[in-house]
């Protein structure tokens, strides 16, 4: 068994057998569940051990995990910034070192998020590489299981197994010849100079060790957040609607708003998404064609401290959920895979997370290649 006796943490937004699955909200007093989601029965499966279930932000409708129900999710990096979120309770129990691996959820960047901030791996895999079975949905189409652990190697093992894959982790050699892109627009403009001297070390490690670097255009990307908004506004609304009708006192009120938002939207709004969304995926689909993976900031400013409602960011006040999605949420609408890693420490002297993405279906060759970068980074 690959993980036996390996202690890891489940976010509470899943079944697991013998606990209530709270999904991070208030008001409800679920009985404990029967089974365990299907991720969480192969981790047990391989070895595992479960320990406990982890704090989110409620419903997983946010990215702070500043929970009014269950309390905020404190970063063990440093006291007073947040931990990121959703998943912001299963990468502080990784980074705090309770656990070697959590799974999380990612629906805009809800696993890549907190364990940035949290200065530790994250990885959503391509879109349904991991099976929903047990979780609770927020946005059907954009939502993604996958694993937070303290290295690559770790949560490459995690994923196979929970991927349902013969158990296998990554194979690490030097990148001559991998062909990195590196977008010329959005995802480098703006950025807090920490996160840019961080992540341009990064390159020219990687550069050295044989990648080629391809600055790329990636025309159409700066509309992922109308998408998205567009998108998943509508999902949880639909989703969670029985809950905003019948029960909304038993909600925080960030969630509820979000959730009395979605009413509002018009069909023509989604259908019109979608349409947008599948010209991302074309998009992405070409550049791919030139390169091998994509190399970004998985933020674009070291963890902010908690409560903070914006960030300032080259001179110019932006709000938190844009400062801290718009990196993570073009690879939800599109279903690729992406990883985060630290790689290095901002002015704060919290953790920076560098984002490595693939094609859809390139899962093994993201994280090999974020094995390396761990690697290279560590010398």
Sequence with gaps: MPLMGVPFAVKDLMQVAGFSQTNGSGGLKPPPALRDALSVARLRDAGALVVGTTNLHELAYGITSENPHYGWVGNPRAAGFTAGGSSGGSAAAVAAGIVRLAIGTDTAGSIRIPASCCGVVGFKPTFDAVSRDGAQALGASLDHLGPIAASVADAALAFSIMAGQAERTVSVGALSGLRVGVPRNYFYAPLADDVAQAVDRALALMQADGAILVPIDLPGVEHSAALQFATLCSEATDIHWRRLIDQPET???????RLEIGQFFPAT?????????????RMFDQAMQSVDVLVTPTLRIEPPRSGAGGVVI??????LHTAVTGLTMPFNLTGMPALTLPCGNGRNGLPIG??????????????????????????
Excluded: M
């Design 269 to 281: 709004w989604y259908t019109r998404a979608q349409r947008g969304r599948a010209q991302l995926a």
């Design 314 to 319: 080259g001179g110019q006040e932006v709000p």
């Design 354 to 379: 560098l984002q490595i993405a693939g094609a859809r279906g390139a899962d093994w060759r993201v994280l090999n290649a974020g094995a390396r970068v761990e690697a290279l980074l560590a010398d």
């Design 251 to 257: 909600l925080g009120a960030d969630v509820r708003v």
